[in-house]
C-alpha cells in the first residue's frame, strides 16, 4: 500500500481496526484534544474527527491547536504541559477550582522575536470548540468554468515542492508574517484565483472547493493547496506548509467531487488575493509513474471557513519593541564613527594587478585565546596559470587559511591580496575567485544543467557571464547533464560541483579536498580537471590528503605546519633532495648488471623500475655512482633525484599525516 497508493481489503481493514475511529464511540470521559498546525502526517483533520465523535457521546471536550507538530516547529511543551496538569487535577483530582482552559485554543504567530529569531505566539480562543467549516464565506474564482488541462509527466518529475525536510516546520510557523517556500511547475498543475481581497480575511479551519476532473487514464491523484499571493501576484505564502493529497477515480469522462483542503489558520491581508492550485506531482508524496494528462474545471467558488467565534488574546507592547530600536540606532552610529578607519579597505596595488594571490604575514588567533595561534605570519604569493597544492597535517591551518582567502573570516593580522585587491568580506574582486569546499548541494531531480543554471541566475550576475558550457566541458560530464542529478554517481557530483565552482569563468579556483569520497577512476578524472582548467592560464589552490595526486597534479607546494609556513615552491624543488637517485637507461638493464650495481661500494641498493634503475646512495656521491655505471657498460642515459613527495612532506613536517 506504501508504495502503490491503494489499499486492499486486508489493509482497509487493519487500519478500520487499528483506528482511533474503532474506539471513539466507546469515549465518554473528559478529553483534551492536543494536534499541531505544522503537521502533516496527522492533520487537524484528524482532530477535528476525534472531537467530533467524543463529543456526540456527551463527554466533555477541548480542543488545542498548537504551532508545531510533527513537521516542526514549536510544540509549546511548557504550556502544554501546564494546561494536561489542569486538565487532571480537575477531571481526576475533582479539584473544581482547577482551571481547565477555554472549549478551544489555537496558536497564532504575532511576530517575531528580535532577541532569537523566533516566532512569537499569541493565543486565539472560543467559547466552544467551531469545527472546520465555522461561518463559511465563498471567495469568487476567475476562470471558473474554464477547465485547464495539465500533465503528470513520466516518473512523476520534476515534482512541485510544498515543504522542504528538516525547514518546512520552522516556515509554517512564519508562513503568516509572509514567508514561505514552494514551487509549482508550468504544464503540471492548474490554479484558479481570486481577486484582491477589500478587507483582511482570517481563515480558520478547511476550505472547501467543488471541482470537476477528467484524466485520459481514467484515475487522477492530484495535490490540492491553498496560496496566500501578495499584491504583486508573483509573491505567494503556503499556509502551513500542507497539501491535501486525493485520488479521484472513474474520471475517464469526468468526474465531480468536493475537495477538502487542508485545515489551517492564517490570517490573508487585505489587498492579497486567495489562489487555488491542483497539482500532479509533490516532492512529499509518491505519484503515479505513467504518464497522464489531466483536466480540472472548478464549480462555484472557494468556500473559506473564519470561525467567526474565535478571538485573538490582546497583547501589550513590550519595553523592548520601542527600547531596542533606539539603543540599535545608537549602537549603529558609535560603530560607524569608530570603525570606518579599520573597516575602509586598503587601495589596490597596482604591481599586484596580474598576481593571483599574495598573502602576506597572515596571522589568526583560535577564539578565546591570546597566545594560541591557527595561522602565525603566513606568507607566499600565487602566479598564474600554477595548480598549487596545499599540504599540512590536520590542524596546519590550512582550512582557517582559504576560509580567510574567500572572506569567511577576518585576520587578525596581515593581509590577503586577489590581483591586487585587499580581501574583505563582500569585496567586489571575490567575483573572480571560485570556490568547492565541502561539497555542493543540489536540487535532485534537476539535471545537471538545470542546476547550475538555477545557481547562477541566483547569483544575478548576467547570463552572458555564466559561460556554462565552458565550465561544462572543462568538467567532462558528457551527455550526463540531461540527467536527473540523483541518478549521478559520487565522482560525477563531485565533478558538477567543480563545475558550479568554475562558473564564470574565475581567475583563481580554490578547492578544497575535491577527491573526497572518490575512487582511484574518478580521482584521476578530478586530476585532468584540475589540469585542464589551468592550461588556460587560470590559477587553481587545491588542499587535500592525497599526497600522490599532489604530486602528479600540482605545479607547486605550500607546506604548513601548526599555522606557519614551512616550505614553498615547485613541486620538483621540494621532493629533488634525497639520497635515491634515478638512473635512466636506453634499454632494461638485466638482473646480474643490477646486482652488479647493487652491490657497488657506497651504494645502498639497486632496483629496476620503468626506464631504468632506482639507486640508493650509502656514502657515495653521483659522481663516484656515474663512473662506475659507465665502467660496468650500463646504457647510461641520464641521472637525477628520485624522492617521493611523501617522504618529502614527512621530512619537512617530521612524521605528522596530512
Avoid at 656515474?626 to 613536517?653: N, S, W, Y
Amino acid at each position: 500500500m506504501a508504495v502503490a497508493g491503494k489499499p486492499d481489503a486486508a489493509a482497509r481493514a487493519l487500519l478500520a481496526a487499528r483506528s482511533p475511529s474503532a474506539v471513539g464511540d466507546r469515549i465518554k470521559v473528559p478529553a483534551l484534544i492536543v494536534q499541531g498546525q505544522a503537521d502533516s502526517l496527522f492533520p487537524l483533520s484528524h482532530a477535528d474527527a476525534m472531537a467530533k465523535a467524543i463529543r456526540s457521546n456527551g463527554a466533555p471536550v477541548a480542543v488545542d491547536w498548537i504551532a508545531g507538530g510533527h513537521d516542526g516547529g514549536d510544540r509549546e511543551t511548557e504550556r502544554v504541559e501546564a494546561r494536561i496538569g489542569a486538565w487532571f487535577d480537575r477531571y481526576l483530582k475533582e479539584d473544581t477550582g482547577a482551571g481547565t482552559g477555554p472549549a478551544f485554543r489555537v496558536s497564532r504567530t504575532g511576530g517575531v522575536d528580535s532577541t532569537d529569531g523566533q516566532a512569537q505566539l499569541r493565543g486565539a480562543t472560543g467559547d466552544s470548540y467551531p469545527g472546520l467549516r465555522s461561518g463559511e464565506q465563498t471567495i469568487p474564482l476567475t476562470g471558473a468554468g474554464r477547465p485547464q488541462t495539465f500533465r503528470n509527466p513520466a516518473g512523476a518529475t520534476p515534482p512541485a515542492i510544498s515543504a522542504v525536510p528538516g525547514v518546512g516546520g520552522g516556515l509554517s510557523q512564519l508562513s503568516s508574517l509572509g514567508v514561505g517556500l514552494s514551487l509549482d511547475f508550468p504544464g503540471q498543475h492548474a490554479r484558479f484565483e481570486s481577486q484582491p481581497l477589500t478587507e483582511p480575511l482570517r481563515i480558520t479551519g478547511s476550505p472547501t472547493v467543488r471541482v470537476t476532473v477528467s484524466s485520459d487514464t481514467g484515475e487522477a491523484v492530484l495535490f490540492g493547496k491553498v496560496y496566500d499571493v501578495g499584491p504583486d501576484g508573483r509573491q505567494q505564502v503556503l499556509p502551513a506548509q500542507l497539501v491535501t493529497p486525493v485520488r479521484v477515480g472513474g474520471a475517464q469522462n469526468g468526474k465531480a467531487v468536493e475537495l477538502t483542503l487542508p485545515a489551517i489558520d492564517h490570517e490573508v491581508e487585505a489587498g492579497h488575493r486567495l489562489r487555488l492550485v491542483l497539482a500532479a506531482t509533490d516532492l512529499g508524496y509518491a505519484s503515479p509513474a505513467t504518464p497522464a494528462t489531466y483536466t480540472v474545471g472548478v464549480t462555484g467558488g472557494l468556500s473559506v471557513p473564519t470561525a467567526p467565534g474565535v478571538r485573538t488574546e490582546a497583547t501589550g507592547l513590550p519595553w523592548w519593541v520601542w527600547g531596542l530600536p533606539a539603543a540599535g540606532a545608537l549602537v549603529a552610529a558609535v560603530l560607524l564613527l569608530t570603525a570606518r578607519r579599520r573597516t575602509t579597505a586598503p587601495a589596490p596595488d597596482p604591481e599586484l594587478a596580474d598576481v593571483p594571490l599574495q598573502i602576506t604575514g597572515l596571522t589568526k588567533k583560535y577564539a578565546k585565546s591570546a597566545d594560541r595561534y591557527a595561522v602565525r605570519e603566513l606568507s607566499f604569493r600565487v602566479e598564474k596559470g600554477q595548480v598549487l597544492g596545499l599540504l599540512g597535517p590536520n590542524g596546519a591551518g590550512k582550512t582557517t587559511t582559504l576560509r580567510m582567502l574567500m572572506g569567511l573570516i577576518t585576520p587578525d593580522d596581515g593581509e590577503i591580496r586577489v590581483f591586487g585587491h585587499a580581501i574583505r568580506p563582500g569585496a567586489p574582486v571575490l567575483s573572480r575567485v571560485g570556490a568547492f569546499v565541502e561539497g555542493a548541494g543540489f536540487l535532485p531531480h534537476l539535471s545537471g544543467r538545470e542546476n547550475l543554471e538555477l545557481y547562477w541566475r541566483a547569483t544575478g550576475r548576467p547570463t552572458e557571464d555564466a559561460h556554462i558550457d565552458e565550465a561544462l566541458e572543462i568538467a567532462g560530464l558528457g551527455d550526463a547533464l540531461a540527467r536527473a542529478v540523483r541518478t549521478y554517481s559520487q565522482g560525477m557530483r563531485q565533478r558538477l560541483a567543480i563545475a558550479q565552482a568554475m562558473l564564470g569563468l574565475p581567475d583563481l579556483l580554490i578547492l578544497d579536498e575535491p577527491t573526497n569520497g572518490l575512487d582511484p577512476p574518478q580521482i584521476r578524472e578530478m586530476r585532468d580537471v584540475m589540469i585542464r582548467y589551468a592550461a588556460g592560464g587560470r590559477t587553481v589552490i587545491v588542499s587535500s590528503h592525497l599526497l600522490s595526486e599532489v604530486e602528479q597534479s600540482c605545479t607547486h607546494l605550500v607546506v604548513m605546519d601548526r599555522g606557519r609556513l614551512v616550505q614553498a615552491g615547485p613541486v620538483a624543488e621540494i621532493t629533488g633532495a634525497g639520497d635515491t637517485l634515478l638512473v635512466t637507461t636506453a634499454g632494461d638493464v638485466p638482473d646480474p648488471l643490477v646486482d652488479k650495481v647493487g652491490a657497488l661500494p657506497g651504494i645502498g641498493s639497486a632496483v629496476r623500475t620503468d626506464g631504468g634503475l632506482l639507486v640508493r646512495l650509502d656514502g657515495a656521491t653521483a659522481t663516484v655512482l656515474i663512473a662506475e655505471l659507465v665502467r660496468l657498460d650500463v646504457p647510461l642515459t641520464g641521472v637525477g633525484p628520485h624522492r617521493r613527495l611523501e617522504d618529502a612532506f614527512l621530512t619537512l613536517i617530521g612524521g605528522g599525516s596530512a
